[in-house]
């Protein structure tokens, strides 16, 4: 499956380096396009549009449903599929661009997480924001050391901090070289979250 794409080049000449952004659920290629350029405008910014079309503009990595304890629940197939889109994508990017960092918000963060830990030889690091990440069942022993940020609001009632943790939990027990940090936020991303986002990226360019 080829995912359509949003390709801005960069804003100030520099660097040689590109960002994927991985959308939310719900959202569309659009979503996250201002921030490429607001962590650093000598990026090259590509985003990805998800697989699966929910009516209108709204894309998902996966749709998600609830059990009967109310519960959101994904099809295990579905994740997998959603994630082999992202990655087939990411290796068509990094074979122009290689070592690609990827950014990702909500269900996006999960994906851009997921990557990390199951395919690092591809990417240099990863920005998980309010990241829901799914059960993975391997995760691959050359993620260790690779450079992650994640962030999550203590007041998200979308994707629950409880849930957010999985990132952290999932990055620990990868040795990945994680900066965790919890913000009073709800599921959004506030300035002080992109700062130290920045702040991450400046020192990995």
């Known amino acids: ?13 520099g660097l040689s380096r590109t960002l994927v952004l991985l959308h939310g659920y719900g959202a569309d290629e659009h979503d996250l396009l201002e921030l ?8 090259r910014v590509v985003s990805l549009q998800a697989p ?10 996966y749709m998600l449903s609830q059990d009967a304890r ?3 629940v994904a099809d295990p197939a579905q994740v997998q599929a959603g994630l082999k889109a992202a990655v087939d ?25 997921s990557i990390l830990l199951t395919r690092p030889e591809l990417i240099a690091g990863a920005i ?3 990241g829901a990440l799914q059960p993975i069942e391997q995760i691959s022993p050359e993620a260790r050391g690779k450079p ?22 999932a990055a620990e027990q990868a040795g990945l070289a994680l900066e965790w940090r919890e913000y009073d936020m709800g599921h959004q991303i506030i300035p002080d979250e992109l700062r130290d986002a920045q702040v991450w990226l400046s020192g990995r360019l």
């Open 128 to 130: 998980s924001m309010s």
């Open 52 to 61: 699966v079309a929910m009516g209108g503009r709204q894309r998902a990595w």
């Open 70 to 72: 109310g519960n959101l």
């Open 36 to 43: 490429g350029h607001l962590l650093d405008p000598r990026l």
């Open 1 to 13: 499956m080829t995912l359509k794409t949003i390709d801005l080049p960069p804003r100030a000449p």
């Open 89 to 113: 994508a990411v290796e068509v990017i990094a074979q122009q661009s290689p070592q690609p960092f990827l950014l990702g918000f909500s269900q996006g963060g999960g994906i851009a997480a």
């Open 148 to 169: 992650l940020f994640a962030g999550h609001g203590r007041q998200d009632p979308v994707v629950s901090l409880q849930r957010g943790l999985r990132v952290k939990e």
